[in-house]
């Protein structure tokens, strides 16, 4: 019989984005949360995109660059970019289970990936995992960081990947705007008070983060399109 969890890494992120937003409704912010939220989002969104640049599916044991700080860093990536949201959130307790619900989701899928690399790739694999960690780096593995972009092209990077980053931003800079129009019409702290306007110029980026989403979306379905019909 399979193994299945209730909360995968397919869900796991719809999960955090409604607890945050939710979240943002009863708790306080501060900016020094934003700060610290938006150099994790910055982070993670780094990381997504030179992993995607590094990777290459399905051909070869990916060792060099990026992967050679942790051996699965687009789940870093994923790990900093949710808890940038739990962080904006405000609330402690979201940020304090985050952890465990990142490896309740992930813990099936990292098992099966090493799974699948170590049966692939034998005593190479293995050699790479006792020299690498897993997820998160270590003192150790980020003296690899000065190679971080070997073995990138930016020929792998989809349109679609930058399509996600883009939603990011934007699902981060709703739950601001959130937690300020809550502040303006619920308790009328002195929450970016000072900022004249700050609600309809967070609105706007978000409209357009969102529109610029889609157009891009739309672009690689309408790329994906003519390659089908020249082929």
Known sequence: MAERSIISR????????????????????????????LVML???????????????????????????????????ANYLIDNSLCLISGNP??????????FWAYGLTLRKEERLLGSIYNDTYFDYSLEVPQVFPDPKSLKNARDIF?????????????????????VFIF??????LKDKFIFSTRFFKEIEGIDKILAVVIIILYILSVLLLKKQKNNRKADSIFF
């Open 10 to 37: 397919s869900n796991l992120r719809d999960l955090i984005i409604v607890l945050s937003v939710v979240s943002s409704f009863f708790y306080n912010t501060n900016i020094i949360s934003i700060i610290v939220g």
């Open 42 to 76: 910055f982070l993670g969104c780094f990381i997504h995109f030179v992993t995607k640049g590094v990777l290459i599916r399905n051909t070869v044991l990916c060792s060099t660059g990026i992967y050679s700080i942790v051996r699965h860093p687009y789940y870093l």
């Open 93 to 102: 307790y979201l940020l304090v289970i985050y952890p465990f619900l990142f």
């Open 150 to 170: 070997d073995g990138f092209s930016k020929k792998r990077i989809t349109i679609k990947e930058c399509s996600r980053i883009i939603r990011f931003w934007a």
């Open 175 to 180: 739950i601001i705007l959130v937690h300020h």
